[in-house]
């Protein structure tokens, strides 16, 4: 059975960074692409960054362009999520997610995930 665990989310003030981690275990990780989803209060749960098999196949939804990085270390089992000036709309319970994906393939829908996180909450006051 597939595990994902994340950690990392906080209090911060607007402008900090935070960086997410998320550990795999009771999978090939090299066979998911791996997506940062985020979901705040009274809304979707949103994909805000996701990394396919290969490392070099990145996406990132238009808000969190140039402040947030998604990374992933194959030998630690392990994606993060590097946020950078964040801001009050940045705040909601942070999910990770594992699919199964080609090598060149993002996928971008909440379906198209199998595995979650229990989430982690990242909240950022002004």
């Known amino acids: 059975q597939v595990h994902l665990e994340e950690s990392g989310g906080g209090l911060v003030q607007a402008g900090d960074s935070l960086r997410l981690s998320c550990a795999i275990s009771?999978?090939?990780?090299?066979?998911?692409?791996m997506g940062w989803f985020r979901q705040g209060p009274g809304k979707e749960r949103e994909l805000v960054g996701a990394?396919?098999?290969?490392?070099?196949?990145?996406w990132y939804e238009d808000s969190v362009k140039g402040r947030f990085t998604i990374s992933r270390d194959d030998a630690k089992n392990t994606v993060y999520l590097q946020m950078t000036t964040l801001r009050p709309d940045d705040t909601a319970v942070y999910y990770c997610?594992?699919?199964?994906?080609?090598?060149?393939?993002?996928?971008?829908?909440?379906?198209?995930?199998?595995?979650w996180g229990q989430g982690t909450q990242v909240t950022v006051s002004s």
């Open positions: 997610a594992a699919g199964r994906a080609g090598p060149w393939n993002i996928p971008r829908s909440v379906y198209e995930y199998t595995f």
């Open positions: 990394v396919g098999r290969r490392v070099d196949v990145t």
């Open positions: 009771g999978g090939t990780f090299y066979n998911y692409a």
